[in-house]
Each structure stands twice: as C-alpha cells, then as structure tokens.
C-alpha cells in the first residue's frame, strides 16, 4: 500500500496558482494517482487523476515526473472558492488499496 | 453522470437505537461501494468495503456486529449502526465506483451526519 505525504496546510491569495505536491515513494507499476477536494460537511470530489507525465482538464493540472514517486496538483488562479482539504490517493484497483485516505492539505485562500 | 446519493444527511438519535444509512448510485451500476467515517478535523477512515450479493469486506478495527453493511443490489449499499453510543457521532460518507467507466475513480456521496444522545 502506497504512503502518501502531503504538507498539512497552505495558504494562498486569489489570483494565484497553487500547486501541492504529495509523495508517494513507494508508489506500485499498476497504481493511478487521484486527488480529490473536500469541503466541510460534504463529501469529496474527484479533481483529476493520472498515471504519468502531464494531465490537465478544465479545473486543474496534475504533472507526475517520471519516477512516480511524487505528483503535484497545480490549480490556476485559485479563488475563495477553494478554500478546502485537497487529499491524494495512490493505489490500484485491487481490493481496498485506493481508498486510505492520508491528512490531506488544507489549502486557505486569502483575498 | 458518476452521482452518488446518501439518506438521511443528517440524522439524531438516542443512546442505544439502531440507524440505518442508505447509499444509492443513481446513474451507474457499482459492484463495489465503500463506506468511511471522518470526525472533526480529521481525514476519512475506511471502515468497511462492500461487494453487491456478498459479504463485506470490513478494515481492522470496525467491529462487524456493530455496523451492518448490506449491499443488495447495484445500485444500493446500507450501513447499519447499531446499538449507537455517543461516541458513535460522526460523518458517514460512501463512495461508489463505475466498474463500467472508470475502475480506478471513486464518487463519493455527501455524507451522513449522525449525532447519538
């Protein structure tokens, strides 16, 4: 099962990028990166997953380099909105290994 | 698409009674949901995998007489807390998976609050 780490908290100003970066050193050939956003009371919601290199959709960016053993999250022009806890997960499809959640990173955006 | 639902949202109940949860996938079938549990300013705790027409799978540490899982058909997982004590109270969040479209991605409901007396 692969570790991740991730710092505690960020902060932020409008405007900014942010990028998060979550290591998972020990991370397996068959796992998928995913990340996710958590606001208060609700329940999380997928953001973006990857395997390799670069993936981009329309809310974020995830860069994985080559080795795997890290990624980052990289969100453009963040707003108030995003204020939230931002968790990565690595694992694989096989039975309960993608689903252990670490502390996550909560991120504070500031005016 | 990838909607996941969870009744009630949020539920108070006395020491002792038995609560029930339901999580629904409402546009995809999803052999596998998954159940977690998060306290205040913590990270989510697996507690227990359920598999649509078997038994659930259960992490270490969940007692498996206490919170019932039941997962009948592919569309609908329930979590039973029985018994419920205070220290009970909690967020109970599911999450489904699209075995048709995406193995690797999990959709989360949005979460159960419950409160015990």
């Known amino acids: 099962l692969a570790k991740t780490t991730q710092p505690i908290s960020m902060d932020s100003y409008e405007g900014q990028e942010v990028n998060i970066t979550c290591s998972h050193n020990?991370?397996?050939?068959?796992?998928?990166i995913t990340w996710y956003q958590q606001f208060p009371s609700q329940g999380p919601r997928f953001i973006i997953q990857g395997y390799k290199t670069k993936v981009t959709n329309e809310v974020a960016s995830l860069f994985i380099p080559a080795d795997r053993k890290s990624s980052t999250l990289s969100l453009p022009r963040v707003s108030l909105s995003d204020t939230a806890v931002y968790y990565c997960l690595v694992g694989d499809d096989n039975y309960g290994q993608n689903f252990v959640f670490g502390p996550g990173t909560r991120l504070s955006v500031l005016p | 698409g990838a909607v996941v639902s969870q009744h009630p949202s949020r539920v108070i109940c006395k020491s002792g009674t038995s609560v029930k949860i339901e999580c629904r996938s409402l546009?995809?079938?999803?052999?596998?949901m998954f159940w977690y549990r998060q306290f205040p300013k913590q990270s989510l705790m697996l507690m227990a995998t359920?598999?649509?027409?078997?038994?659930?799978?259960?992490e270490q540490g969940v007692e498996k007489d206490k919170f019932l899982i039941n997962h009948a058909s592919l569309t609908l997982s329930t979590l039973t807390v029985t018994s419920a004590h205070p220290e009970d109270s909690s967020f109970y969040i599911c999450s489904a998976r699209d075995t048709d479209r995406d193995r690797e991605t999990q959709y989360f409901g949005p979460g159960t609050r419950l409160l015990v007396l």
């Open positions: 020990n991370i397996a050939t068959n796992d998928y």
């Open positions: 546009d995809f079938q999803a052999t596998t």
């Open positions: 359920s598999n649509e027409g078997s038994k659930a799978t259960y």
